[in-house]
């Protein structure tokens, strides 16, 4: 596999202190996502979890909607210079029946460490209809509950410890319980890895779940958790105006500026208790 982090000397200034030393940074690579050989995606992500990514990104793409519609799936050969393997291609085979997407209608499917929806054709494509009524789902969640998972999922992010340049996602129970937690250097890859996770577990929908994010909520991170059927989306920085709309249309419990004692909640306020 490779490498979460790399060591790289830098000039370190503080105030007037001028040193050399070698930092940790966070690793970021390509990962290409093919179908039978046929290329289909290529991200820029942190290395590790790779086959969890590769089934949330599948699943919140509308490809597949649980690991059976996934015969099989496996590094390829990607050498570098030395003639290594970088384990930076994986290739993924369909259950019969389910259909490979046809990509050249709808999106050029790249996306980067920034953005996930670069090459979307327009709104109306990435509005994917999720398969699950996330509206229906009664899910009660204690404000006290919501105002201490920013300290939980900061608790568990080892390797921000040692860089302070990822982005987290953690899925957590309406009890507060720690369920899943995914980083990388693409808030959306964290996503799709914690939601792969979910998926490779056979637990899609992840009703009665909250996902929580280090970062903002976006419009493509709502539609991934409604994709995965999650009723409580928490940010602990600002969401798009977007989003808001579209967890208000598809049902979804929107919170952001997640931290110390507060919060703002969007959308379908009822599932907070306070």
Do not use: W
């Amino acid at each position: 596999m490779g490498r979460v982090t790399s060591r790289t000397p830098v000039l370190r200034i503080r105030g007037e202190q001028r040193t050399t030393r070698p930092d940790t940074v966070a690793a970021e690579e390509p990962l290409e996502i093919r179908l039978a050989g046929t290329p289909l995606a290529v991200t820029m992500r942190t290395p590790g979890d790779d086959f969890d990514l590769v089934h949330g990104f599948l699943a919140t793409e509308g490809v597949i909607a649980g690991p059976d519609d996934v015969a099989g799936l496996r590094y390829c050969d990607s050498v570098d210079a030395d003639g290594r393997n970088t384990y930076n291609v994986v290739d993924v085979d369909l259950a019969a029946g389910v259909p490979i997407p046809d990509t050249g209608l709808e999106r050029n499917f790249y996306t980067s460490s920034s953005c996930g929806v670069c090459g979307k054709a327009s709104i109306d494509a990435i509005r994917t209809k999720t398969s699950y009524d996330v509206a229906a789902d009664g899910v009660q969640l204690p404000l006290e509950t919501l105002l201490a998972l920013p300290d939980r999922l900061r608790a568990e992010q080892e390797v921000f410890d040692k860089t302070g340049g990822l982005h987290a996602a953690g899925l957590f129970g309406a009890d507060g319980h720690l369920r899943a937690l995914r980083e990388d250097v693409g808030r959306h890859n964290a996503v799709d890895k914690v939601i792969g996770d979910g998926v490779r577990g056979g637990r899609l929908p992840l009703a009665g779940h909250v996902l929580m994010v280090s970062g903002r909520a976006s419009f493509e991170l709502t539609q991934k958790a409604a994709m995965a059927g999650i009723p409580v989306f928490a940010a602990v920085s600002a969401p798009s105006s977007l989003a808001v709309e579209l967890a208000r249309e598809v049902g979804i419990t929107l919170v952001g500026f997640l931290r110390g004692d507060g919060c703002n909640v969007y959308t379908h306020t009822e599932r907070i208790v306070l």
